[in-house]
């Protein structure tokens, strides 16, 4: 009966989280990027990610976008100073 009614309540928990992240794309990248982190820092873990799931957390576009920017701003004060 324990064990029954505490599988309910994580079934209910993943189907709240399933609809958070259904409305959040965003949430769900980060929280796969997280457990990714989470299984590599905790020992000598190898994880195989398929291509896809690489490509759809965008790991380099955000930083080559901050590099842009960084870039963008230096130009601009050039111009401007």
Do not use: C, W
């Given at each position: 009966m324990?064990?029954?009614?505490?599988?309910?309540?994580?079934?209910?928990?993943?189907?709240e989280?399933?609809?958070?992240?259904?409305?959040?794309?965003?949430?769900?990248?980060?929280?796969?990027?997280?457990?990714?982190?989470?299984g590599?820092?905790?020992?000598?873990?190898?994880?195989?990610?398929?291509?896809?799931g690489?490509?759809?957390?965008?790991?380099?576009?955000?930083?080559?976008?901050?590099?842009?920017?960084?870039?963008?701003?230096?130009?601009?004060?050039?111009?401007?100073g």
């Open positions: 324990i064990l029954g009614d505490s599988e309910r309540q994580v079934a209910e928990k993943f189907g989280a399933a609809q958070t992240y259904t409305n959040n794309p965003t949430a769900l990248h980060l929280r796969a990027m997280n457990m990714l982190y989470e590599l820092k905790s020992n000598a873990t190898i994880v195989n990610v398929p291509g896809k690489v490509e759809t957390m965008q790991l380099g576009r955000a930083q080559t976008k901050r590099r842009k920017a960084r870039s963008e701003k230096k130009n601009d004060f050039h111009e401007t």
